[in-house]
């Protein structure tokens, strides 16, 4: 069966960290370009961060420039998203997306062909 799943979501207290995973079953993200998106309740999706197949380029949107890392393991078929200094703010719902495209220090280009199912990430005192 084809599927992302994503993992490590949870609550954080402001100021901490957390790490999602983004692993793919039934397919090899090798030649894929991965990407993070969020939702908050009442909020439009926003894209968060993206990587390119081969780790030559990553995007992170303004918000969580500095704070956020991503990285892959394509030996473990797995991407993840490093959240440090987190905020009230990056309180949502996570999804990753693979698929192939551009990808830029300035843009994601991507047009995505898999998407997971989210995991919830919760950043409160």
């Known amino acids: 069966q084809v599927q992302l799943v994503e993992s490590g979501g949870g609550l954080v207290q402001p100021g901490g960290s957390l790490t999602l995973s983004c692993a793919a079953s039934?397919?090899?993200?090798?030649?894929?370009?991965i990407g993070w998106f969020r939702r908050a309740p009442g909020k439009e999706r926003e894209g968060v961060s993206c990587i390119s197949n081969g780790e030559r380029g990553a995007y992170y949107a303004d918000s969580v420039k500095g704070r956020f890392t991503i990285s892959r393991d394509n030996v473990k078929n797995t991407v993840y998203l490093q959240m440090n200094n987190v905020k009230p703010g990056d309180t949502a719902e996570y999804f990753c997306?693979?698929?192939?495209?551009?990808?830029?220090?300035?843009?994601?280009?991507?047009?995505?062909?898999?998407w997971g199912q989210g995991t919830q990430v919760t950043v409160s005192s």
């Open positions: 997306a693979a698929g192939w495209g551009t990808v830029s220090t300035d843009a994601c280009l991507l047009e995505y062909k898999y």
């Open positions: 039934g397919f090899s993200l090798d030649y894929y370009a």
